[in-house]
Every structure is written in C-alpha cells, then in structure tokens.
C-alpha cells in the first residue's frame, strides 16, 4: 500500500512562506506523478499543481503560478510545495495526491478523480 502523510502547514502572515512536503510510506510508488489539491471551508476541492514522474512537466493553477513551485525527490519519496508571496485566499487544506503510471496523465491532471492516493492534509492558513 502507498500512504501519503503532507506536513509543513501552518499560520502565516501575507506575504509569508511555506513549505509543504509530502511523505510516502509503506513502499515507493515509482512512476507515479504527484499532485496538490486545495480545499477552503463551504468551496469545492482545486487544483494547486502537479508534476510527472521525472519531474521534466509540471503544471500550475493560474492563481498560484510565480508564486508556488512544486518538485520532488524520489529517492526520498518526497514531494514538495513551496509557497511564496502567500495570501488569505491561500488559506485552504492541502492535500498530496499520486496517480499510478498512466499514458495521459498530461490530459488528466487536473482531475482529482484521476488520483489513486490521497494523504490527510495540512492546513495553512494565511492572516489577512
């Protein structure tokens, strides 16, 4: 089984940063592109961004391009989220998502139904 554990949320002031990682356990998931979703209070759950397997594509919602960079490690099975210039409309749960290998993942990414994992989520909260 592969589980998904985020960390690295918090309370910060606009204007602040945060990194947030995501942490596989129980065994590598190899091959596996990795996504970010967020979710605010009463609002549906969004896409933040999103990374292929080699890390050679990534993919950012228009509200967070500039401002947040994704990347990962895979001999740590770790994958990241930087988040810079943050403002209260970031303030959501994040949550880590990995989607299996697949042929069209460039064409799926976006979609949360697209994902096999999900890990429990952090909160950021970011003051006004």
């Known amino acids: 089984q592969v589980q998904l554990v985020e960390s690295g949320g918090g309370l910060v002031q606009a204007g602040g940063s945060l990194r947030l990682s995501c942490a596989a356990s129980?065994?590598?998931?190899?091959?596996?592109?990795m996504g970010w979703f967020r979710q605010a209070p009463g609002k549906e759950r969004e896409f933040v961004a999103a990374?292929?397997?080699?890390?050679?594509?990534?993919y950012y919602a228009d509200s967070v391009k500039g401002r947040f960079t994704i990347s990962r490690d895979n001999a740590k099975n770790t994958v990241y989220l930087q988040m810079n210039s943050l403002k209260p409309e970031d303030t959501a749960v994040y949550y880590c998502?990995?989607?299996?290998?697949?042929?069209?993942?460039?064409?799926?990414?976006?979609?949360?139904?697209?994902?096999?994992?999900w890990g429990q989520g952090t909160q950021v909260t970011v003051s006004s």
């Open positions: 998502a990995a989607d299996r290998p697949r042929g069209n993942y460039g064409l799926v990414y976006r979609r949360a139904d697209a994902y096999d994992y």
């Open positions: 129980g065994r590598t998931f190899t091959g596996y592109a």
């Open positions: 990374i292929t397997w080699s890390g050679s594509s990534t």
